[in-house]
Structures are given as structure tokens and as C-alpha cells.
């Protein structure tokens, strides 16, 4: 995901029934795998485990037979809670992904800017909620330059670029993200979007126009009750997070989506800098989630096959 309003499948036969647990005011909901008795490790003994790449993993992993996700549910279709239960495209790709390695991966929602922080101090082994991958974030800067910690890697799954979607009937007459000089903008706080219209806004001035008022909230469900209220004239997202709003909220009545994505780049899995062998693992499954076909029945499932990719890559965003 990159960030803010973008700024962002079910179940299958023998999938473990998706846990919900509320732990210290955080909202803990599991995505389980299909798991077999060979697919938890007894004592650590990882000869038991028959998926294709559990020789791969740390031994760590293989003896908890467990990947603590973070995740920042609110970007349907890529992760969104519903009837308690994390659901998505993030979701299912994690379970075609635990096949492969023989483990299943835990979703925790929290905060989106909150993440990585998180997955740096050990809470969680990865994240993984439609964040963009760029240079910014592989090596810990803040939006000056400043470095603020060791960044992570990124193991890249998926290609989403930057949407504007405004109330049904677009009052305004947006027709892309050039139009927002002088108006208000709404988007979730820490995305790259965030970042995309803070670009717009110096552009603006610098062509003589108004700066953007750019109206930035915790999560992306205020930024779109912004839009539809109309304190904002747009909001911005994740393209496929757009499409997937204008389709759905209020059986298609509420936004629609104006002109085409642009600056497309690459979501990736998060993991921490030191967690190599992890990270490797990883790269391995999604590209033996991509050759048995089980990644594009995910994305297809979810609407979302316009940002499937032919291989993953490690730190490919720029």
C-alpha cells in the first residue's frame, strides 16, 4: 500500500477458522492457511513438513510453523475486515504463500504509518498491506532525506499506481490530479499518496496556481467520508483500492474514479533488513505462487489482475 487512501479472498476447503481477538485495544484477526498435520513442526522436526520450499525458511519459522503478518485493514480489495475476518487480495496471496512454505501467516491490523516501526522492534516477522516499495523506505528517510532508521527490504508482489476519485457525478469536473490546485484533497496519512500530493501542491505554486489543501487523516475510511461529504473535492489511493470503492460503497452510488492510474509502482512484502534468509523464502514462494497459477486466481478473484507481475524482484521500487 503505499499510503493514506491509496494511500492500500476467502476461503477455501480446510482453511482454519479465521481468528478474531481483540489484544490491547489492537484489533487481531488471523488468516489461517490450508494446514495439514505435516505442516506444523513437532519438536522441530522439519523432516515432517512436505511443502516444496519449508527447507527454505529460518528455523525459526519452522519450528512455530507460524509468519506474524502486520497489516492496515481498511483497502479493499487488497486487505479489509469483514464479518471479523481480514479479506482480501494481501490475505489470500499469504495463504497460497504458506502452502508453498508450509506455514500459515497471522494478520494483525494496525495503524498503516505505524508498520514498519513495528516490524523493525519485532512485533511482527513482515508486513504486507499494498506497501509501496521505494528507495525512501529501503533505507529509513523521512520525507527530507533524514534518516530515521535501518529501513527494510521488500520482496515485490504486486503493480499499483496513484488514482484521484471524487463524489458520483464529480461536481467539480476532476479530471486528474493536476486539477486539485486550490482545492481540498483527501488521503491517508503516511502513503505514498500523501507524498504524490504534497509533489502536486509544490507544482501547483510553482506554476503560479493555489497550493492543494491537503486534508490528511489516520485511516482512509475518514478520508473517503471526507470526499463524500464534500469538505474534499478527491480523494487518492491505490488505484485498484479506487476501483474497488467506486464499484462497492453504496452499490456504486457514492465515488467514481477519474482518469487513469499513473506512477505505477511495485507493492512488496516488507521484512526486516537482517531477515535475509526470510526474505529469500519469500521471493522463492511468490514465484511459485505465479508459476502454479494460484497468484492470478487470487488476483482475478479480487478484480485486481491489472497489477499482476511476471516475477517477484527484491527492492525494485525507486
Request: net charge negative; proline share 2%; hydrophobic share 35%.
Amino acid at each position: 500500500m503505499t499510503a493514506s487512501t491509496l494511500s492500500r479472498s476467502t476461503a477455501k476447503s480446510r482453511i482454519a477458522a479465521v481468528c478474531a481477538v481483540a489484544v490491547a485495544g489492537t484489533l487481531l484477526l488471523t488468516a489461517c492457511g490450508d494446514q495439514t498435520d505435516s505442516a506444523s513442526t513437532k519438536d522441530g522436526a522439519a523432516s515432517e513438513n512436505s511443502a516444496p520450499l519449508f527447507d527454505k525458511l529460518p528455523e525459526k519459522y519452522q519450528k512455530s510453523g507460524v509468519i506474524k503478518v502486520g497489516t492496515n485493514a481498511e483497502y479493499a480489495p487488497m486487505e479489509s475486515v469483514e464479518n471479523g475476518k481480514i479479506v482480501g487480495v494481501d490475505p489470500d496471496l499469504a495463504e497460497a504463500l504458506g502452502k508453498q512454505l508450509g506455514v500459515k501467516f497471522e494478520f494483525t491490523s494496525g495503524s498503516f504509518d505505524g508498520l514498519i516501526t513495528a516490524l523493525n522492534t519485532g512485533r511482527h516477522d513482515i508486513a504486507m498491506s499494498s506497501i509501496t516499495d521505494n528507495k525512501q523506505r529501503q533505507e529509513g528517510l523521512d520525507d527530507s532525506g533524514k534518516k530515521l532508521g535501518k529501513g527494510v527490504d521488500f520482496v515485490d508482489y504486486f503493480l499499483a499506481g496513484t488514482a484521484v476519485y471524487t463524489k458520483k457525478g464529480n461536481p467539480e469536473g476532476i479530471k486528474s490530479i493536476e486539477d486539485l490546485c486550490g482545492k481540498g484533497a483527501a488521503v491517508q496519512r503516511g502513503t505514498t499518496y500523501e507524498k504524490a500530493l504534497k509533489k502536486q501542491s509544490t507544482a501547483c505554486t510553482d506554476g503560479g496556481e493555489k497550493a492543494i489543501d491537503i486534508q490528511s487523516f489516520e485511516n482512509d475510511t475518514e478520508a473517503q467520508t471526507r470526499v463524500k461529504s464534500g469538505g474534499a473535492v478527491a480523494g487518492v489511493n491505490d488505484y485498484p483500492v479506487a476501483l474497488d470503492l467506486a464499484r462497492k460503497a453504496n452499490g456504486g452510488k457514492d465515488f467514481e474514479v477519474v482518469g487513469e492510474q499513473v506512477d505505477a509502482g511495485p507493492f512488496g512484502i516488507a521484512v526486516n533488513k537482517d531477515n535475509t534468509e526470510l526474505r529469500d523464502a519469500l521471493q522463492e514462494a511468490v514465484d511459485a505462487i505465479i508459476a502454479d497459477g494460484s497468484y492470478k486466481k487470487v488476483l482475478d478473484k479480487w478484480g485486481a489482475g491489472t497489477g499482476a507481475i511476471d516475477m517477484a524482484a527484491i527492492n525494485g521500487g525507486k
